[in-house]
């Protein structure tokens, strides 16, 4: 055995004191009385055993020599050899994934998860090593340490999760943890079935009950391609559980209720939704329904509907039926027609110049059709050959539902860009007959065509054209945001501003100040909710500040099937026995009890 | 500080009137003796016997009945008040002490006697009569009383109440009324002197004084008592449930000592030192009173 801190048994000199005292007290105090008589009359009558009589006083001295031995051994806080060989390596693995939240069970499965980790606590031994590791994006929360106290707290701390759980990955990573250690063991708590080897080092304590959940396991929503002024929902419905559930599911777009749609699922159905509405605004799309099941948490998802702004559009032309109809008939569009190009333009407005002689194209969005002269940007070179289209790009949003091929563009202009540009439709020699150029300040569409001569305005294609140049400016290619799953990890590509410092607000308020790039990567998303990206400007930067929504829901089956058989009790060899505190202790514990026998004893003497 | 001083004095003269005025005398009963004889108040009549003294024959009743009676008259006799005062070492307990309480006591009481025009007479006593104050009459004996009270000290051996009071009634003296002021820690007990008097027609009156120290002592754990009386020392330790069981021995000796009193039809008053002797005096007289 030896001594922690062998300076405790310095305490051992109170015995010196204490026996002094002793000493001292052997020497009656004298009191007189009238006389004996009554007092040897009541002494006779209770007469203590002579033995006890004669010892008591000797007694209570070595029962107070005995708690001093006791206390200065136990502050030497002694150690035993083998205690320090029994000494075992736990790593914990406590699943947070969002099934855990599920409150078939008192309060739910992740307060039991807890609870019957820090039970565990209670029974492993001071030299033992504990581990915490999460299954919801597998990490470790905690590295070995013997310390109680933080253990404790790392465990209490924990949050469960809206992410789907990674139990295995977060098993091999608590085994790689206790590998190398000496009587390393796993213990996992779970709602899930885990597969286990047999004599291997893990050990699973399952909750859970076969409570049925009804779900949204999926939420999309997107904007009309034909109507930019609609949109649609898409909703996923499962019913897992053996009986038929009747939902309302709302669905409300900005904090305004859109719709209730009632829904019957019978026993294990899955229904998938395709619902339609007409709204120009966009915001937070909401799907919800009260149902009193196991996992909340899947009762509601969100998604980001793409708003239609209002579009301000400066037409610099000599006059075009076509164009002036067609900008008219785009909803959202306000069309200002000048006969000269504004000076100073906001930068959202969309200017088009149609058959204009400005040869300083100015900055911005600015559409050109039918050039006249060369420009800052350009060259005129004459007329095209063969103003065929013959070959055009497929997969660019300018071209989304247009069709050029084999339309001719009669006295269609040759036009050859000052810096690389992108041709959307070129000629039979290869000529461009449509061009895009895109940069960190300007976005330039050019169309050298003749609206006049040409049949293009006469085609369906030529609204559908000005319609996607309109929201290609506007940057609202990508009219459907789709939502994210927890879990995942989102790679955003930010503005282009000159701030790095974005804030991350989580759907629970919380925020956390980011640093980043051109690119940021966001997650894993463990929270259900829409996450928010905000930049911090700066006052003098005079930036728009441009808001990064990522709707995020619990679309995973696996978790939202939360039904699952939990094992009868916790595995045996975990706990451990007497020796799971340390010597000191029980020390101490002697001596309290040493010190309730001499409080007995005193009251013998002292009450009777 | 003197014993019997002024102040004292006046609370004896004090007493002495309220006994007259108030109580008319019935502290002491000031009563007559039973004994026929030739007083002046008239008793009864009896038939006459040759030899009676002619002088006593009621002439009245002769001539008109013809009958021939004797006139008896009640004889007027002093009241002879006996005053024991116990003298042993267990006295001197308490602050005040008994034995100064005590001498107060038989101070006031002798007083009162003496104003009354009764005779008193003081026996201190310890194991035995260890000094006596004569029969006297008159209260220009009062100093004297008190000078011999004076020099009284509580330093006689352990009480012994029956040995002391057979000595006392082997002088034969005449009966009458005997007030004893002890505590009664006699360890053969009390009763058997009391017995005594009562047994030869003394009236007895018991004032048993007790210290509040004494019946709820404050002394705990390991201690050596000492006995005043004996000076033997007994180590003992002293627990709460043993003091419980000592106050309830002394209280039940309290009592019984009452019962024995009442039983016997004898006076009896039980006081603590802390109430001055001026008010045990008149509690005694009102007690007096209402039996009277």
Request: glycine share 6%; aromatic share 8%.
């Given at each position: 055995?030896q001594?922690?801190?062998?300076?405790?048994?310095?305490?051992?000199?109170?015995?010196?004191?204490?026996?002094?005292?002793?000493?001292?007290?052997?020497?009656?105090?004298?009191?007189?009385?009238?006389?004996?008589?009554?007092?040897?009359?009541?002494?006779?009558?209770?007469?203590?055993?002579?033995?006890?009589?004669?010892?008591?006083?000797l007694a209570?001295?070595?029962?107070?020599?005995?708690?001093?031995?006791?206390?200065?051994?136990?502050?030497?806080?002694?150690?035993?050899?083998?205690q320090?060989?029994?000494?075992?390596?736990?790593?914990?693995?406590?699943?947070?994934?969002?099934?855990?939240?599920?409150?078939?069970i008192?309060?739910?499965?992740f307060?039991?998860?807890?609870?019957?980790?820090?039970?565990?606590?209670?029974?492993?031994?001071?030299?033992?090593?504990?581990?915490?590791?999460?299954?919801?994006?597998?990490?470790?929360?905690?590295?070995?340490?013997?310390?109680?106290?933080?253990?404790?707290?790392?465990?209490?701390?924990?949050?469960?999760?809206?992410?789907?759980?990674?139990?295995?990955?977060?098993?091999v990573?608590?085994?790689?943890?206790?590998?190398?250690?000496?009587?390393?063991?796993?213990?996992?708590?779970?709602?899930?079935?885990?597969?286990?080897?047999?004599?291997?080092?893990?050990?699973?304590?399952?909750c859970?009950?076969?409570?049925?959940?009804?779900?949204?396991?999926?939420?999309?929503?997107?904007?009309?391609?034909?109507?930019?002024?609609?949109?649609?929902?898409?909703?996923?419905?499962?019913?897992?559980?053996?009986?038929?559930?009747?939902?309302?599911?709302?669905?409300?777009?900005?904090?305004?209720?859109?719709?209730?749609?009632?829904?019957?699922?019978?026993?294990?159905?899955?229904?998938?939704?395709?619902?339609?509405?007409?709204?120009?605004?966009?915001?937070?799309?909401?799907?919800?329904?009260?149902?009193?099941?196991?996992?909340?948490?899947?009762?509601?998802?969100?998604?980001?509907?793409?708003?239609?702004?209002?579009?301000?559009?400066?037409?610099?032309?000599?006059?075009?039926?076509?164009?002036?109809?067609?900008?008219?008939?785009?909803?959202?569009?306000?069309?200002?027609?000048?006969?000269?190009?504004?000076?100073?333009?906001?930068?959202s407005?969309?200017?088009?110049?149609?058959?204009?002689?400005?040869?300083?194209?100015?900055?911005?969005?600015?559409m050109?059709?039918?050039p006249?002269?060369?420009?800052?940007?350009?060259?005129?070179?004459?007329?095209v050959?063969?103003?065929?289209?013959?070959?055009?790009?497929?997969?660019?949003?300018?071209?989304?539902?247009?069709?050029?091929?084999?339309?001719?563009?009669?006295?269609?202009?040759?036009?050859?860009?000052?810096?690389?540009?992108?041709?959307?439709?070129?000629?039979?020699?290869?000529?461009?007959?449509?061009?895009?150029?895109?940069?960190?300040?300007?976005?330039?569409?050019?169309?050298?065509?003749?609206?006049?001569?040409?049949?293009?305005?006469?085609?369906?294609?030529?609204?559908?054209?000005?319609a996607?140049?309109?929201?290609?400016?506007?940057?609202?290619?990508?009219?459907?945001?789709?939502?994210?799953?927890?879990?995942e990890?989102?790679?955003?590509?930010?503005?282009?501003?000159?701030?790095?410092?974005?804030?991350?607000?989580?759907?629970?308020?919380?925020?956390?100040?980011?640093?980043?790039?051109?690119?940021?990567?966001?997650?894993?998303?463990?929270?259900?909710?829409?996450?928010?990206?905000?930049?911090?400007?700066?006052?003098?930067?005079?930036?728009?500040?441009?808001?990064?929504?990522?709707?995020?829901?619990?679309?995973?089956?696996?978790?939202?099937?939360?039904?699952?058989?939990?094992?009868?009790?916790?595995?045996?060899?975990?706990?451990?026995?007497?020796?799971?505190?340390?010597?000191?202790?029980?020390?101490?514990?002697?001596?309290?009890?040493?010190?309730?026998?001499?409080?007995?004893?005193?009251?013998?003497?002292?009450?009777? | 500080?003197?014993?019997?001083?002024?102040?004292?004095?006046?609370?004896?003269?004090?007493?002495?009137?309220?006994?007259?005025?108030?109580?008319?005398?019935?502290?002491?009963?000031?009563?007559?003796?039973?004994?026929?004889?030739?007083?002046?108040?008239?008793?009864?009549?009896?038939?006459?016997?040759?030899?009676?003294?002619?002088?006593?024959?009621?002439?009245?009743?002769?001539?008109?009945?013809?009958?021939?009676?004797?006139?008896?008259?009640?004889?007027?006799?002093?009241?002879?008040?006996?005053?024991?005062?116990?003298?042993?070492?267990?006295?001197?307990?308490?602050?005040?002490s008994?034995?100064?309480?005590?001498?107060?006591?038989?101070?006031?009481?002798?007083?009162?006697?003496?104003?009354?025009?009764?005779?008193?007479?003081?026996?201190?006593?310890?194991?035995?009569?260890?000094?006596?104050?004569?029969?006297?009459?008159?209260?220009?004996?009062?100093?004297?009383?008190?000078?011999?009270?004076?020099?009284?000290?509580?330093?006689?051996?352990?009480?012994?109440?029956?040995?002391?009071?057979?000595?006392?009634?082997?002088?034969?003296?005449?009966?009458?009324?005997?007030?004893?002021?002890?505590?009664?820690?006699?360890?053969?007990?009390?009763?058997?002197?009391?017995?005594?008097?009562?047994?030869?027609?003394?009236?007895?009156?018991?004032?048993?004084?007790?210290?509040?120290?004494?019946?709820?002592?404050?002394?705990?754990?390991?201690?050596?008592?000492?006995?005043?009386e004996?000076?033997?020392?007994?180590?003992?330790?002293?627990?709460?449930?043993?003091?419980?069981?000592?106050?309830?021995?002394?209280?039940?000796?309290?009592?019984?000592?009452?019962?024995?009193?009442?039983r016997?039809?004898?006076?009896?008053?039980?006081?603590?030192?802390?109430?001055?002797?001026?008010?045990?005096?008149?509690?005694?007289?009102?007690?007096?009173g209402?039996?009277?």
């Open positions: 055995m001594f922690a801190a062998p300076h405790g048994l310095y305490w051992l000199l109170l015995a010196l004191p204490i026996m002094g005292f002793f000493l001292l007290r052997q020497r009656r105090r004298r009191v007189a009385v009238p006389s004996v008589m009554f007092w040897e009359q009541v002494y006779e009558e209770d007469r203590p055993r002579w033995w006890w009589r004669r010892l008591r006083h209570s001295l070595l029962l107070q020599l005995l708690l001093l031995l006791l206390l200065a051994l136990a502050l030497a806080n002694p150690v035993f050899s083998w320090a060989d029994q000494a075992r390596t736990v790593a914990l693995v406590i699943d947070n994934s969002a099934s855990m939240a599920a409150t078939d008192a309060t739910s499965r307060v039991w998860a807890k609870r019957e980790a820090l039970n565990l606590l209670d029974t492993l031994r001071e030299s033992d090593q504990v581990s915490v590791v999460t299954t919801a994006v597998p990490q470790v929360e905690l590295g070995l340490t013997g310390h109680r106290k933080t253990i404790r707290q790392t465990i209490q701390e924990l949050r469960c999760t809206d992410a789907p759980g990674q139990l295995e990955q977060a098993i990573m608590a085994r790689r943890l206790v590998g190398g250690a000496q009587n390393g063991s796993v213990l996992v708590l779970t709602d899930q079935v885990v597969p286990l080897e047999e004599d291997s080092d893990v050990s699973v304590m399952t859970g009950t076969n409570a049925g959940n009804v779900a949204i396991t999926q939420l999309q929503s997107r904007r009309n391609l034909d109507d930019r002024l609609g949109f649609q929902v898409f909703v996923e419905l499962s019913n897992f559980s053996d009986e038929s559930r009747q939902i309302q599911l709302e669905i409300s777009l900005g904090g305004n209720l859109l719709d209730v749609v009632p829904v019957e699922l019978v026993g294990e159905e899955q229904r998938r939704l395709i619902l339609d509405y007409n709204r120009p605004e966009g915001g937070e799309l909401i799907a919800t329904f009260e149902l009193e099941d196991a996992l909340a948490s899947d009762n509601r998802a969100v998604a980001i509907v793409t708003p239609v702004p209002p579009q301000q559009v400066v037409l610099v032309s000599p006059g075009s039926l076509f164009l002036e109809n067609v900008l008219a008939a785009i909803p959202r569009i306000e069309v200002v027609r000048r006969g000269d190009v504004p000076p100073q333009l906001p930068a407005t969309i200017l088009i110049l149609h058959r204009t002689d400005v040869s300083e194209i100015p900055q911005g969005r600015v050109v059709i039918d006249v002269v060369d420009s800052n940007l350009w060259e005129m070179d004459g007329v050959a063969d103003p065929i289209v013959v070959k055009q790009v497929e997969n660019s949003p300018l071209m989304t539902h247009v069709n050029l091929r084999d339309l001719t563009f009669p006295g269609a202009r040759r036009v050859r860009m000052n810096d690389p540009s992108e041709t959307l439709a070129e000629s039979l020699d290869g000529d461009p007959l449509y061009l895009a150029k895109q940069t960190s300040d300007r976005s330039l569409l050019v169309l050298p065509v003749d609206l006049e001569r040409s049949d293009l305005p006469l085609r369906t294609a030529f609204p559908i054209l000005v996607n140049a309109i929201a290609w400016f506007q940057g609202l290619q990508g009219e459907m945001k789709s939502t994210v799953a927890t879990g990890i989102r790679t955003l590509r930010l503005p282009q501003t000159a701030n790095r410092q974005w804030q991350l607000v989580r759907p629970d308020g919380t925020t956390r100040m980011l640093t980043v790039g051109e690119e940021l990567v966001v997650g894993p998303l463990d929270q259900c909710g829409l996450w928010m990206l905000e930049p911090q400007l700066g006052e003098s930067e005079g930036e728009v500040a441009t808001r990064i929504q990522i709707a995020c829901n619990l679309a995973d089956s696996n978790e939202s099937d939360v039904r699952t058989v939990a094992t009868e009790a916790s595995p045996a060899g975990f706990a451990g026995g007497w020796g799971t505190r340390p010597l000191w202790l029980y020390l101490v514990l002697l001596a309290v009890f040493g010190s309730a026998v001499e409080w007995y004893l005193y009251q013998r003497r002292w009450v009777g | 500080m003197p014993l019997f001083d002024s102040e004292f004095l006046n609370k004896l003269e004090y007493l002495s009137l309220i006994s007259k005025r108030v109580f008319r005398g019935q502290l002491l009963a000031q009563r007559r003796t039973t004994q026929l004889g030739t007083g002046v108040e008239f008793s009864e009549h009896r038939d006459y016997s040759p030899g009676d003294d002619l002088r006593y024959l009621d002439w009245n009743v002769l001539a008109r009945h013809n009958e021939v009676l004797l006139k008896r008259f009640q004889e007027e006799q002093d009241l002879h008040v006996y005053l024991f005062l116990d003298c042993s070492r267990s006295m001197s307990f308490g602050d005040p008994k034995f100064d309480f005590a001498r107060q006591i038989i101070a006031a009481l002798a007083y009162v006697a003496l104003a009354d025009l009764d005779r008193i007479s003081i026996c201190a006593f310890a194991g035995e009569i260890v000094e006596t104050y004569p029969l006297t009459r008159g209260k220009d004996c009062v100093l004297s009383m008190l000078r011999f009270l004076e020099q009284l000290q509580p330093t006689g051996d352990r009480t012994h109440l029956k040995r002391s009071l057979d000595s006392f009634l082997h002088r034969q003296e005449r009966a009458g009324l005997a007030i004893v002021v002890s505590d009664l820690l006699d360890p053969d007990g009390f009763r058997e002197g009391v017995d005594r008097l009562r047994f030869h027609r003394y009236d007895p009156y018991l004032i048993h004084l007790y210290d509040t120290q004494e019946a709820n002592p404050q002394v705990l754990g390991d201690v050596e008592l000492v006995d005043r004996t000076g033997l020392a007994k180590k003992i330790t002293v627990n709460e449930r043993l003091l419980k069981q000592y106050q309830q021995a002394f209280a039940q000796f309290l009592e019984s000592s009452r019962e024995y009193a009442a016997h039809g004898m006076g009896y008053v039980q006081s603590s030192t802390e109430i001055p002797f001026d008010q045990l005096i008149l509690r005694m007289m009102r007690h007096s209402t039996l009277a």
